[in-house]
Antibody, heavy 120, light 111 residues
Framework: EMQLLESGGGLVQPGGSLRLSCAASGITFSSFAMSWVRQAPGKGLEWVSAISGSGGTTYYADSVKGRFTISRDNSKNTLYMQMNSLRAEDMAVYYC?????????????WGQGTLVTVSS | QSVLTQPPSVSGAPGQRVTISCTGSSTNIGAGYDVHWYQQLPGTAPKLLIYGNSNRPSGVPDRFYGSKSGTSASLAITGLQAEDEADYYCQSYDSSLSGLVFGGGTKLTVL
């Protein structure tokens, strides 16, 4: 059974940077696309970014394009999200999830999430 | 404003049937893209409930039923139980945004 465990969240000032990690276990990690999905406090879900199994193709929501960078290290079974120029509206629980790159794709499973707080 | 529109809340008594709608447009559901549903219990991560419009992952009770028609999709829950109280989200692909999109979510209250 695949398990995902996020880490790296925390408190950061506006304009600051943070790097999230998502450690995967229980699958052949490099075979699957991976995504980040976020949920602002009391709000709904928002897809943020996705990356192909090889890491060669990446996708971003317009809201984070140019500020966030998704990457993966298949030798470590780990997904990353480098977040720069953070804004108040980026404050959310960030979930990593398998999938999310195919046109008809879905997200399954999900990690437990890591909270990013952007505040001065 | 979400690309996919869901009612903010629905409610029902134990044992009853409820439905949650997910209304899209010609650039997402109406274009033929699949709809998927997630259940988010309080304080937990979302969990895949329905994929490919009407398919249930292993372990999901057959009380949960997904359907799609035209520019809309629906999630029906029969034999409502207290443990079904959660937020439910639909998800699809939108060609105008070139990305996966979610509905705004529906809070189900079991009376």
């Amino acid at each position: 059974e695949m398990q995902l465990l996020e880490s790296g969240g925390g408190l950061v000032q506006p304009g600051g940077s943070l790097r999230l990690s998502c450690a995967a276990s229980g699958i052949t990690f490099s075979s699957f696309a991976m995504s980040w999905v976020r949920q602002a406090p009391g709000k709904g879900l928002e897809w943020v970014s996705a990356i192909s199994g090889s890491g060669g193709t990446t996708y971003y929501a317009d809201s984070v394009k140019g500020r966030f960078t998704i990457s993966r290290d298949n030798s470590k079974n780990t997904l990353y999200m480098q977040m720069n120029s953070l804004r108040a509206e980026d404050m959310a629980v960030y979930y990593c999830a398998k999938g999310g790159i195919a046109v008809g794709g879905w997200f399954d499973p999900w990690g437990q999430g890591t909270l990013v707080t952007v505040s001065s | 404003q979400s690309v996919l529109t869901q009612p903010p809340s629905v409610s029902g008594a134990p044992g009853q049937r409820v439905t949650i709608s997910c209304t899209g447009s010609s650039t997402n559901i109406g274009a033929g893209y699949d709809v998927h549903w997630y259940q988010q219990l309080p304080g937990t991560a979302p969990k895949l409930l329905i994929y490919g419009n009407s398919n249930r992952p292993s372990g999901v009770p057959d009380r949960f039923y997904g359907s799609k028609s035209g520019t809309s999709a629906s999630l029906a829950i029969t034999g409502l139980q207290a443990e079904d109280e959660a937020d439910y989200y639909c998800q699809s692909y939108d060609s105008s945004l070139s990305g996966l999109v979610f509905g705004g979510g529906t809070k189900l209250t079991v009376l």
